[in-house]
C-alpha cells in the first residue's frame, strides 16, 4: 500500500511564480455582498459597522502577512500591495491568493459580533479574490487610483440614489433620475434637494480607507502612495491588533 | 476624473481558465492546524468533532458550487472535485480557488459552535488551497487513492504514537520506537500492548469521509469513484444543510 | 568578473510544462505565405510542388523527433501529434514549440531547391507556431477533423475561385459569384461550367496530407486516426529519409 | 460538413500574453551546435565567418520586427530585446517565439552560403528560444552583463583549451591542465606559452556582438545598453540590409 505508485499525480500540479521584482497585488472583494448587506440590513448608501469591520480585517491581514506593505479599501472590497522583494510562500500564486482571502474570510465572521453585537450573521459570508502583479511604482499608483475614482463613481452615485428612495421615489425613479447625470449635476441634486454638501461628508465613504502597518512603512512606500493618501482622504492605522 | 485613464491597468491581469474537459480538483488544507488543534485541545489522534466539522463544511460546499459531484477529507484537508464539463466561473483558476476557500473557512467559523458548543475559537483559523486539473478518470482516481493512502498512513502512526503517549512514554520516545516500523509491525503493537484492533476503529479515522451530492451524482461519478468508496470505507452524506 | 552575481536573471524564466497525460498538438503555419506563393509562382489552386515540399519537411520532423507519432497537413499549415507519454524536454511547451517550428522552418529552405529546381528561393520563409493539448483520444479526432473540414472547405472553394478567375472573370467577380453559395452549388459549378468534377480530383488537395512513423504506430494510434485516414483521403508515408 | 461542431477545440489553445510594460527578451540558441560546428569544420575556438552569419540573421530580424531595439549574440547564442510598450502579436508568447526563432532560422539557411561559399551545409541547423520578461531597465541590463559575462568566461577558456590542443596535447589533457584555474592564470598560460595577449584579441570574439537599429535607437535604450555596449567590446551595425 506504498503511496509511491500515486504520487504521480502531483505531477499534475502547476507551477505558478510571480514575476520577481513586481508589485503583488491581491484583491478581495464581497461575493453576492449586495444580498450579503441586505438580509443583515446595513445601512444605505454605506453602514459605518460594515466598513469598519472591513478595515479591522484588513489590519488583521497586515498583521499576519507582513510582507503587505499597504491597504487599500472601498465598500465589500479591499486591495492589499506586497512588496516587490516579497519570497511569500515563495511567490506562488495559488498560495498567496488562498491564504489571504482565506484568512480574510475568516476573520470578517470572527470580528462580525464586534462590529454588530445586536446581529447575528445568518450565513457565512465570502470573498472572491485575485493577484496581479505591477512592474513599476507608476502603474501600481494608477491602480490604486483606478480603484479611487471608482469609490468615488459609486458612492457618489449612491448616496444620490438613496437620498431620493429616503424622500420616497422608487428605486427605478431614482435611478431613471440619475441615468446620465454628470459629477457636478449630482452634487448640486444633493445640495439642492437634501441639503446635502457631498465635499464635507466623511472621507472614508468619499476617499476609502487605508492601512499601513507603522510609519517605517509609510515612509518606504511614500512614492507610491503620497498621490493617493495625503490630504483628508487619509485614514492613517497603525496596527495594534491581537487576538 | 474619468475612470478611464487607469483601465489600462486592468490588462495586467491573467487569463487562468483550466483545460476544458478536465475534472478539477480543488484541495483545501489547515494552515498552522497543528497549532491551532492544540491551541482548541482537540482529541488525539483524532477529534471526531473537529472531523465532523470539516465534514459539514464539504457538506456545505457541495451545496453552495453545485458543480462539485463529490468530496474527500481527511484530517484538516478537503479535495473537492468538480465535474469535467463544469463551466464555473468560465474555468478561471483564480475564482475558483478563491470562492470555495473562503466560503470553506468562512463555515469552518460560522458553525464551529455547533461542534464546540463549550468551546470558545481563539483565533481565526484559515487554509490554503490550490486546484489541479485531472484529463481522465483513472487519473483522478489514482489521485483519491493517493490521499487515501496517504490518510491510513498518517492515522496509523499517529494511532501508535498518542496510544505510546498516553501509556506514559514521551514524544520523542514513541517516535524512536516507531521509527522504521511497517504496518504489520505497527498494527501488532497496538494489539499487544493496546488491546486495539487497528481494523475496527472508526471508519471515518482509517478511511477518510466522502460527500457526494445525491444518489444520481453517485451513479454519473461512479465509475471514477468506487474502488475508493466501496466496502467499510465508504461513508455516504446526503446533503440536506440550509442555514 | 564572476557571473553568480548577475545569475537571479534566471528566476524570471516560467516553467511552462504541458500538463501530462494529454496529447500534444504543435501546429505549425506559414507567416504571410500568400504573398510568399505569388512570388515564388505557386501553381493556384494548389501547388503540388510546394505541398510535396511540406509533406517532405513533416517526413524529416518524424524522423527528428521521435515522439511525433502522427502529422497532418494542408496549404501552408502542418499538425504533429506528439504521444501522450511524450516525455520530450520535460515536456516545456517553450522548447517543444521553438525547436519544432525553427527544425521545420530550416527544412523547409534546405530541401526548397529538390521541390523547386528551377526557382531561386527570393527570401527566407517562416512559420508561427502554436502548442495545444489535447486530454482525450476524442477531443483530438476532433481537432483533426476541424483541420480537415478546413481544408475541404478551402479547397473547393479555391478550386472554383481559380477555376473562374483562368475562365477569364476578375477576381472580385470570381469572388461576388461564389459568395453565398452552399458545398452542392460549388460541384456543380465545376461539373456544368468546367466539367470538373470535384470527388475525383487529387486526395491530397481535398484531404490533405498525412505522415505516420512506421505501421506499428499506424497501429498504436488507430483509434484516434482512423475516421480521418482510412477511405480515400488517406496518404500514408514510411518516413525513409536521410540527409 | 459545418466546421462549427469542431471549432470547440479551439478553446483549448492557451491565452499567454507576455506582461505589459516589461522588456521582452527572446533569447535564441544553437541546438546540437557542438556537433554542427565539427561537422562543417568551424575554426576554434572560434569561427569568425559563422559569428559573422549569426550578427546577420540577427540584422534581418531588426528589419523584420521593429519593435526589436538592441541584438545582443555570442557565440551560437543571440538575444533579442523588444522595447517595452511593444504589442508585437498583442504580446502573446508563442507567437513571438515561433516567429522569431522560424525567422531566424531561416535566415540562418538562406544566409549560409554568403559566409560559406565553399562550404555547403549538410543538413539544416536549427534552434531553441525562449522567452523572458524583465519588469526594469536595471535587471535588463544584469541580463545582458550576465551574457556577456559568460561570453567572456567561454571564450577565455575555449581559447586557452584549443591553444593547448593546437600545440599538441590531447583534449583530455588540456581540460585537465585549465581545471580549476582563475582568469589571471589563463591570461598567463596564454601569454607565457602561446605569445597571446588576451586582450587584445578581437573584442567580437571576447565580448559578443551587439546590433541597433539606428541611432536613434541607441539614444532610446542608451540608459539600458551603456554599460555593456561602451568601451572597446562595442560593435555598431546600422542595419542595411534588403533581400
Request: proline share 4%.
Amino acid at each position: 500500500m506504498a503511496n509511491s505508485n500515486y504520487e504521480y499525480v502531483k505531477s499534475f500540479e502547476v507551477e505558478d511564480r510571480l514575476m520577481p521584482s513586481t508589485w503583488i497585488v491581491v484583491r478581495i472583494d464581497g461575493c453576492h455582498f449586495h444580498r450579503f448587506s441586505e438580509d443583515h440590513e446595513f445601512d444605505k448608501p454605506n453602514d459605518e459597522r460594515a466598513l469598519n469591520l472591513m478595515n479591522s480585517c484588513a489590519m488583521a491581514m497586515l498583521e499576519e502577512f507582513p510582507d503587505i506593505v499597504f491597504a487599500y479599501g472601498v465598500s465589500d472590497e479591499y486591495s492589499f500591495i506586497l512588496k516587490k522583494t516579497s519570497q511569500l510562500y515563495e511567490r506562488r500564486a495559488s498560495k498567496i491568493l488562498s491564504l489571504t482571502v482565506s484568512f480574510f474570510s475568516s476573520v470578517y465572521g470572527f470580528m462580525w459580533k464586534e462590529f454588530f453585537p445586536n446581529k447575528k450573521l445568518k450565513y457565512p459570508p465570502y470573498f472572491d479574490g485575485r493577484v496581479v502583479c505591477y512592474p513599476s511604482a507608476k502603474i501600481l499608483q494608477d491602480y490604486l487610483a483606478w480603484r479611487q475614482v471608482d469609490c468615488h463613481i459609486n458612492n457618489q452615485y449612491n448616496t444620490c440614489f438613496w437620498a431620493l428612495v429616503k424622500s420616497g421615489k422608487s428605486k427605478m425613479e431614482a435611478h431613471n433620475l440619475l441615468k446620465g447625470t454628470q459629477t457636478q449635476e449630482k452634487n448640486e441634486l444633493l445640495f439642492q434637494q437634501f441639503s446635502i454638501n457631498y465635499n464635507t461628508l466623511p472621507a472614508m465613504f468619499r476617499k476609502g480607507s487605508c492601512v499601513f502597518k507603522d510609519k517605517t512603512s509609510v515612509q518606504e512606500v511614500s512614492l507610491v502612495l503620497d498621490p493617493l493618501t495625503t490630504g483628508k482622504g487619509r485614514r492613517y492605522c497603525e496596527v495594534q491588533r491581537g487576538w
